[in-house]
């Protein structure tokens, strides 16, 4: 059972930068592929970003390419967005995520445990 924490949203002005952090208990952290979703108010849960088990495959939604990185420190269980040049239209509730593969995973109702989201709020 792999368990998933969330962490490091907050409010922040556009253009600037924020980095979440999921940190992974109760199971290795190398089997999974990572990723990361997001939901805004009245919207779908949409893929952001997504790493392979060993991070050095990655793939990232359009709207995020060239602004977002995700990375990983399997020694550390801990799965990382960093996010740059923020916009308003990011704002929403950010949820880590893991599935059993080797990655990366862009499909939603593909992976098995999911974090409980941390906000992150850009304000212009």
């Known amino acids: 059972q792999v368990r998933l924490v969330d962490s490091g949203g907050g409010l922040v002005l556009a253009g600037g930068s924020l980095r979440l952090s999921c940190a992974a208990a109760?199971?290795?952290?190398?089997?999974?592929?990572m990723g990361w979703f997001r939901q805004a108010p009245g919207k779908d849960r949409a893929f952001v970003a997504g790493i392979s088990r060993s991070g050095t495959k990655t793939t990232y939604a359009d709207s995020v390419k060239g602004r977002f990185t995700i990375s990983r420190d399997n020694g550390n269980n801990t799965v990382y967005l960093q996010m740059n040049s923020l916009e308003p239209e990011d704002t929403a509730r950010y949820y880590c995520?893991?599935?059993?593969?080797?990655?990366?995973?862009?499909?939603?109702?593909?992976?098995?445990?999911w974090g409980q989201g941390t906000q992150v709020t850009v304000s212009s």
């Open positions: 109760g199971g290795t952290a190398s089997l999974y592929a």
């Open positions: 995520a893991a599935d059993f593969a080797v990655g990366p995973t862009t499909e939603a109702y593909n992976y098995d445990y």
